[in-house]
């Protein structure tokens, strides 16, 4: 079985509730199918399209702090609905089934997903880069800041930078991680950019 970034999916009971976690289903894949879903990944980027660099229109600033996410004036706590994103979001654009539902808001650059029959939104994911080999994608990027731990993240973060706020890099060098339960931080960092930072709510 596959996961929504096209990887196998493989059992940990290190990380509880996998199943349900996109990013960390990707940093705990391993075979020579996640090697070439990576090695894939990095060709798309290398060869480029004219929408992988367009920004979007969410220009405000995300702060995570004590558990919350912080949209401009407005904070969410993870898990949280469909229905209060998209008060805060505006409705999505486009609605993805595969292992998660996954919902869209192209002009935004966000992403977020919700456990199959769970009507819980487990993930959300701001994208700084946009992959065209995965339809559900945002179409442009996010346009604001991520203000995180001990640092704060936008388009032109460095790999000091993702250190600075926290995060470390995982056995994928690409990933870096931060935990601070019940939640996980994943940021994905790839040819000289960041990609993208997703925040999961991770208890069973």
Not at 26 to 42: D, E, M, T
Not at 195 to 201: P, R
Request: net charge positive; aromatic share 12%; hydrophobic share 40%.
């Amino acid at each position: 079985m596959y996961n929504a970034f096209g990887v196998t999916r493989v059992s940990d009971p290190s990380y509880p509730g996998c199943a349900a976690r996109p990013w960390a289903a990707l940093y705990n894949a391993v075979g020579v199918r996640i090697a070439r879903s990576i090695l894939f990944g990095i060709c798309v980027v290398a060869v480029g399209c004219d929408s992988a660099n367009q920004t979007g229109t969410y220009s405000k600033t995300v702060t995570f702090k004590n558990g919350q996410l912080t949209l401009g004036s407005a904070t969410i706590s993870l898990p949280t609905k469909i229905e209060q994103l998209t008060v805060l979001l505006g409705k999505p654009d486009r609605t993805s089934r595969s292992v998660n539902v996954i919902y869209t808001w192209d002009k935004l650059g966000i992403y977020a997903y919700e456990k199959p029959d769970s009507g819980q939104v487990n993930s959300v994911v701001f994208s700084y880069r946009r992959k065209s080999d995965f339809k559900f994608h945002p179409r442009l990027n996010f346009a604001g800041k991520i203000v995180l731990l001990g640092g704060e993240l936008d388009a032109k973060s460095s790999k000091k930078d993702l250190t600075r706020a926290g995060l470390s890099v995982t056995f994928l060098p690409i990933v870096y991680r931060a935990e601070v339960p019940p939640h996980s931080i994943f940021a994905e960092y790839r040819r000289g950019r960041l990609q993208h930072v997703a925040f999961e709510w991770t208890r069973k």
